[in-house]
């Protein structure tokens, strides 16, 4: 089936560091969304995007959906510690209703 | 409280004894779906269903039985385990199938060791 590459596929960096992540597609999605999974815990939807070039915060974190609609990247800035967890993408297609979740992003934030 | 519950958390067989996973949800949500995640492959559809007794094939069916009788739930039954379905399951729902999936919920997981 069809699958989201996400980079980088872990981090390790340092309470304070900004972080920067993105997924890319060979097709083109309507809508892109990013989760947090927490340790132990089911994923959870930090920002949906809805239109090319759209750029839209929650707190620290920005996410932007790409011009050519093939990819998608989420900025934190400033991490602490509960920014542990893995980061997933994820591309809806409206043709197939289909929601396809990329490979994830592992964070460690260290002290 | 609206929550989708997976039972069991943890969940240790032997290969070709059958099992069912349960999920549950309390948000009268028409769609729920099963996913599994394996490291560096992210979450993969297994099964979906838009409605009661209409289900759905995802990307990785292979191996896995679904029924939906009852709008709140959606079990996942391996009728025969193999080591390769050794895996970190998830159960979701949603009011409007995938194109709801902003309001996309999540169980807690459930982890599959076949041995």
């Known amino acids: 089936g069809q699958q989201l590459n996400q980079s980088p596929q872990s981090m390790f960096i340092q309470e304070g560091e900004d972080v920067s992540m993105n997924c890319t597609s060979s097709s083109i999605f309507n809508t892109w969304l990013w989760y947090k999974q927490d340790p132990g815990e089911g994923p959870v939807l930090l920002i949906a995007?809805?239109?090319?070039?759209e750029l839209t915060s929650n707190g620290r974190l920005t996410a932007q959906f790409g011009i050519t609609r093939k990819d998608s990247f989420l900025n934190i800035s400033a991490s602490i510690p509960s920014d542990v967890g893995i980061y997933f993408c994820?591309?809806?297609?409206?043709?197939?209703?289909?929601?396809?979740f990329g490979t994830g992003t592992r964070l460690q934030v260290f002290p | 409280e609206a929550q989708v519950t997976q039972n069991p958390r943890y969940l240790i067989t032997v290969t070709g004894k059958k099992l069912t996973v349960t999920c549950s949800q309390n948000m009268n949500h028409e769609y729920m779906s099963w996913y599994r995640q394996d490291p560096g492959l992210g979450l993969r559809q297994i099964y979906y269903?838009?409605?009661?007794?209409?289900?759905d094939k995802g990307d990785v069916p292979e191996g896995y039985k679904v029924s939906r009788k009852e709008k709140r739930n959606f079990p996942l039954i391996l009728e025969s385990p193999s080591p390769n379905q050794t895996s970190l399951y998830f159960c979701a729902s949603s009011l409007w199938g995938a194109r709801g999936a902003e309001k996309l919920f999540f169980g807690s997981g459930t982890q599959l060791s076949v041995l």
């Open positions: 995007l809805y239109k090319a070039g």
């Open positions: 994820a591309g809806l297609d409206f043709n197939t209703d289909k929601l396809i």
């Open positions: 269903s838009m409605n009661v007794e209409v289900t």
